[in-house]
DNA sequence: GTCCGTGCAAAGGATTTGCATAATC
DNA sequence: GATTATGCAAATCCTTTGCACGGAC
């Protein structure tokens, strides 16, 4: 079907081999509601899907994707770490601490000033992020 | 002396019980040069000391220090945690990716923006950091 | 057929915990 | 003296690696 040739073209790009787990993988990260999810998470719903693929096999295609540019690794204060696609578009994150969920959004005004301040300090930025950390909505 | 007289202070204001391991890791995060630091950095300057306290111990007293909102705990991207005394005085981080050295900053106009987003969004914010990585002018 | 990818189990690093001893108040 | 803290070793959590086998090109 159409949607699997785009993922095949998706790693084909990425120089990755196209085998059947990462052609899973590619998929949860595209399928999943919470676009933000642990590698625990991914290996969940590939037993929940009658997938055979190991828990290790997990971390590997994940690291590779993320070597890639195609996911982003994020280290929240939660202890393990969450994947999410990288579809180009930068943005920061504010994370509930209660139910885990995590929302994006983007500010002009701060990412001006993110520059500014590295190059008044001769800094030269590879990366940043910010964490917002609080109790969403619907948590309160 | 003095110093230890104020340190006395801070641990009974913190509620926590006068100890000899408690001290000695407030005296070196008061008095390393570098801010930030690991708790194996710090149990590596007991052990120079000649300090005979375990690693759990350090763990152990950071976590409480933590609770007790004497130290702040980062989780850079580096693996390890890293501890800084909290002033009280709320600052931003630039980290560089090759000696790990870190640099503080403040800016009243992200601060800003950070609060009306989450407003925005309806988000209570308990928490937030912003990372900037990347080479700092020394490393280039 | 060659080479790369995978599963499994074992290793790894950072941090936490159980328990008997030792210190604080 | 009662309670809390410590040291040590073992356990835990998340993640990575070694190795023999199987699948992609």
New interface residues.
Partial sequence: MLEEKLENKDLKKAGLKVTVPRLKILNILENTAARHISAEEVYKKLLESGDDVGLATVYRVLTQFEAAGLVIRH?F?SGHAVFELDEGDHHDH?V??KCERV?E?V?K??EE??LA??QS?????????????????GC?
């Fill in positions: 280290r204060d504010m509930c601490v929302e959004f500010d005004i701060i000033r993110q301040i590295a300090y001769g800094f030269k930025i590879t990366d940043h992020c910010l964490y917002l950390y609080g109790i969403c909505q309160q």
